[in-house]
């Protein structure tokens, strides 16, 4: 479904990324662990066009990508919920999640039914429901989590791409937050997923794979990252 080849990128001048090839199939979850400042940000936003590649292929379903500006990608069905979750705070909760529709509302997706999707989000994130006109940059940060989850839920895509979900929230939401993961990855939503708690990634993928420095060190499926002993030293001490 998903398909990253040979991948350079970064900022300027300083490259981030040294050729990088991950795969994600279709109805699977794909998790990139690796410490601060490996580069899996970098990943993600190369992905979804927020920075351009300096070299590689990607491609979704099959079709390139690599060189589409980010409008274009959504249109193609990948969606993008960013590190530090960004929603727009002084929109409601509800036109943030009619924002994440926009490509299915101006023709560049099949419409279907954007209000039952809606539905749907509220029904996997009930606090949403309750802030539903509450504006977003007054919502706490687990809220704003949900908010963005649910914003890049609301493409329908073919593949979501998942940014430290977890991030800066209480362990009572880091459950939840996975719960939701594993609750999709049972619907069979395809997903790339960058995540701190490497054990807890683990968990929930199918597929892992380790980047240091801008490389992949090693890759395999979940179960066999977890129980090597290299991957557990490195990042699995508190979790595992």
Do not use: W
């Not at 995540?195 to 979940?222: C, M, T």
């Amino acid at each position: 479904m998903l398909s990253i080849r040979n991948l350079h990128a970064g900022y300027g001048k300083v490259e981030v990324l040294h050729g990088i090839s991950i795969e994600v199939p279709k109805s699977k979850v794909v998790t990139l662990i690796g410490s601060n400042g490996a580069g899996k940000t970098t990943t993600m936003r190369a992905v979804s066009g927020m920075i351009a590649p300096a070299s590689g292929d990607i491609r979704l379903g099959g079709r390139p990508v690599a060189t589409l500006p980010p409008h274009r990608i959504a249109r193609a069905g990948m969606a993008h919920s960013p590190e530090g979750r960004r929603v727009f705070a002084t929109l409601s909760v509800t036109d943030n999640l009619r924002l994440g529709a926009f490509p299915r509302l101006t023709f560049g997706r099949a419409r279907g039914d954007v209000e039952g999707d809606m539905e749907r989000v509220f029904g996997l994130f009930p606090r949403l429901r309750e802030r539903r006109n509450q504006l977003a940059g007054t919502l706490s940060g687990g809220e704003q989590q949900m908010l963005a989850m649910g914003r890049a839920l609301m493409l329908c895509p073919d593949v979501l791409l998942l940014d430290e979900p977890s991030m800066g929230l209480a362990p009572r939401l880091v459950e939840e937050v996975f719960r939701i993961i594993a609750q999709l990855k049972s619907e069979g939503i395809t997903m790339l997923l960058v995540e701190q708690f490497a054990a807890a990634a683990l968990n929930v993928a199918d597929y892992g794979y380790v980047l240091e420095n801008g490389r992949i060190s090693a890759s395999g499926n979940a179960a066999s990252l977890k129980n090597d002993p290299a991957v557990q030293a490195a990042y699995l001490g508190r979790g595992h």
